[in-house]
């Protein structure tokens, strides 16, 4: 629901960059159909092909959001996915790794 994610964008100290933060629960769809992805970008005025979704679901974040016409990058702090799973996938451990 939306206050888990609000807690989450809390904790990791993303709340400090004071955008949006979109649940499930509050979009007319659930990830990953791409009317979630749509939903977000509309409300955020931009463009989803100039838009790259960090996730830790392959399936949820960046499957949705390539079907969406985004761009998607795995976060896999863990090592749960394989590399024969995320072949042509852009695979990160930490958001550091995104350099901005």
Do not use: N
Not at 38 to 66: E, I, Q, Y
């Amino acid at each position: 629901d939306q206050s888990a994610q609000d807690e989450k964008v809390h904790r990791t100290g993303l709340a400090s960059y004071d955008v949006p933060v979109y649940a499930s629960s509050s979009l007319p769809a659930a990830k990953p159909d791409p009317r979630a992805f749509h939903t977000a970008c509309a409300d955020l005025g931009v463009d989803p092909a100039g838009v790259v979704m960090v996730g830790d679901s392959l399936r949820h974040d960046v499957d949705g959001a390539r079907a969406a016409g985004m761009a998607g990058v795995l976060i896999d702090r863990i090592g749960r996915y394989r590399a024969d799973q995320v072949t042509g996938v852009d695979r990160i451990t930490s958001l550091a790794e995104l350099g901005w």
